[in-house]
Structures are given as structure tokens and as C-alpha cells.
């Protein structure tokens, strides 16, 4: 295990500069890597995915907590939204969970490895929400609806939501950094979820490595969680200094690269 840890230590900090610098959810990257390193590892295929995901949405729990301290003493977060988009989340985070339990691992790659070209295409030609004008009753019905989506989606992908919920938002005339602010603080409901979830179906799972808890790998979530939230304050200073959206064009050819990968025995 200790190997493992310090593995994660490394990648953290990859990680951890890339959600600070681009505004990524950990997710994106991190879904990969562990399934890359838990394969390294011996692991039984058909847990492989199931355990990259559980144990990417137990990092985010930190790294929402972090981000919503941060977003809260800045007076960002517009809680009515958090609270409208949250009870929804929270039943498609279950959902969502139970789900991808039931999917093949094969299944839960390709589907993966979809997200990622979505996200890839996004970063590539910065596209944005269209934004649409609706009566306040009718912004929080949808709300109500989207959280649903999100919080399935999300659990089956092992991301925090942001990729989701900030062009939702932004696409109600929501401010930018508002609508960070309330991903941030969404992806701790998705998050939370989605572990339990993940820990219960995976609980007393035959194959499972030692140091889980169900489907989620603590020697993983140790060392990523330790490494990134030291070195994600440099990527977001970084944000401020470089050129960010020539480089998340750049950002996007790796995305096209892994999601390649992962798309690469379906194709051969």
C-alpha cells in the first residue's frame, strides 16, 4: 500500500496544479489514473472502474471543502441555488451509483472515455452556454430537475459536477464566479453521496484489495488528497499569470489522447 500512496503523492500534484489552473474537477483526471494504476496493481478488471470512480468522488469531498471556504469567504456562493440543485444531486448521485455497480466495466469505460471527449471538444473550441432568459419559478423547477441529471451523471463518472452544473448556471445569467461557487459547493452533496453509496455496494465486495472501504481505495485517496490540496493555490495563481485559454486548448489535445486510450480496445 505504501507504494500506492506514494504514487498518488506524485499524481496529486499534478492533479492539483491542473484543478487550480483550468478549474477541472478532479474527476477528469484522476478517473484515469487510478484506473491505469489499480490495473498495475492486480485488481480484478471488473473492479477496476467501479473503484477508480468511488475513490475519485471520496477525494472531492476534501477538495469541495477546501474550495467552498475559499468561495464562501469571498461571498460567491448563492446558497438558494446550492439548496435547489442539492436535493435533486443527492437522489441522482444514488441512483447513479447503483447504476454503474451494475454495468459492465467495459460499459463504465466507454461511457468515460465519452465525458472526456465532451470535455476535451469544450476546452478545445471554448464553447460557452447560450444564455436564456426564464420567470424565477421556472429557473428553480429546473434546478430542481437538473440536479437530478447532474447528480446521476456524476456518480457514474466519479466527477464533481462542474462540467455540468457551471454552463447550467451560466446559461441563467448566473456570473461566473457565482456559478463556480455554486459547483463548488454542489460537488460536496455529490461527493458525500456518492461515497456512501459507493462504500455500501462495495461493502465485503469479493476481490477488493486490501485498505478499501467498499469500492473506495484509502491508500489512493490519501495520497492524492495529501499533494493536491498543497499545490492547488500555485495552479490558480498560475490562472492569473498565463495565457489560460491557449492553454486549455493544449490541455485538450491530452484529454484527446487519454479518451483515445481508453477508447482504443473498442476500436482495435
Known amino acids: 500500500m505504501l507504494d500506492v500512496i506514494l504514487i498518488c503523492l506524485v499524481f496529486g500534484c499534478f492533479s492539483g496544479v491542473l484543478a487550480g489552473l483550468f478549474g477541472v474537477g478532479g474527476g477528469l483526471v484522476l478517473v484515469p489514473f487510478f484506473a491505469l494504476l489499480f490495473e498495475q496493481q492486480g485488481i480484478a478488471h471488473e473492479l477496476i472502474m467501479l473503484m477508480a470512480v468511488a475513490t475519485s468522488l471520496a477525494t472531492i469531498i476534501v477538495t469541495s471543502?477546501?474550495?467552498?471556504?475559499?468561495?464562501?469567504?469571498?461571498?460567491?456562493?448563492?446558497?438558494?441555488?446550492?439548496?435547489?440543485?442539492?436535493?435533486?444531486?443527492?437522489?441522482?448521485?444514488?441512483?447513479?451509483a447503483y447504476t454503474a455497480d451494475y454495468l459492465l466495466s467495459a460499459n463504465l469505460r466507454f461511457i468515460f472515455?465519452?465525458?472526456?471527449?465532451?470535455?476535451?471538444?469544450?476546452?478545445?473550441?471554448?464553447?460557452?452556454?447560450?444564455?436564456?432568459?426564464?420567470?424565477?419559478?421556472?429557473?428553480?423547477?429546473?434546478?430542481?430537475?437538473?440536479?437530478?441529471?447532474?447528480?446521476?451523471?456524476?456518480?457514474?463518472?466519479?466527477?464533481?459536477?462542474?462540467?455540468?452544473?457551471?454552463?447550467?448556471?451560466?446559461?441563467?445569467?448566473?456570473?461566473?464566479?457565482?456559478?463556480?461557487a455554486v459547483s463548488s459547493a454542489c460537488g460536496l452533496p455529490i461527493a458525500i453521496a456518492g461515497s456512501i453509496s459507493y462504500a455500501v455496494l462495495g461493502w465485503q465486495k469479493a476481490g477488493l484489495p486490501e485498505g478499501s472501504f467498499g469500492y473506495v481505495y484509502w491508500p489512493a485517496f490519501v495520497g492524492v488528497v495529501l499533494s493536491s490540496m498543497l499545490v492547488a493555490p500555485i495552479g490558480a495563481k498560475w490562472a492569473n499569470r498565463l495565457p489560460t485559454k491557449k492553454l486549455k486548448q493544449y490541455f485538450s489535445?491530452?484529454?484527446?489522447?487519454?479518451?483515445?486510450?481508453?477508447?482504443?480496445p473498442f476500436i482495435n
Open 65 to 96: 471543502i477546501a474550495a467552498v471556504v475559499a468561495h464562501q469567504r469571498l461571498g460567491a456562493v448563492i446558497w438558494p441555488y446550492v439548496r435547489q440543485l442539492s436535493g435533486g444531486i443527492v437522489l441522482g448521485v444514488v441512483a447513479g
Open 113 to 180: 472515455a465519452l465525458y472526456m471527449l465532451y470535455v476535451a471538444i469544450q476546452m478545445a473550441m471554448q464553447l460557452r452556454a447560450k444564455v436564456v432568459e426564464q420567470k424565477k419559478n421556472l429557473v428553480r423547477l429546473t434546478l430542481n430537475i437538473a440536479g437530478l441529471g447532474i447528480g446521476f451523471i456524476s456518480a457514474v463518472l466519479g466527477i464533481g459536477g462542474g462540467t455540468l452544473t457551471v454552463p447550467l448556471l451560466a446559461k441563467y445569467q448566473v456570473p461566473m464566479r457565482n456559478a463556480v
Open 253 to 264: 489535445i491530452l484529454l484527446f489522447i487519454v479518451a483515445g486510450k481508453l477508447l482504443w
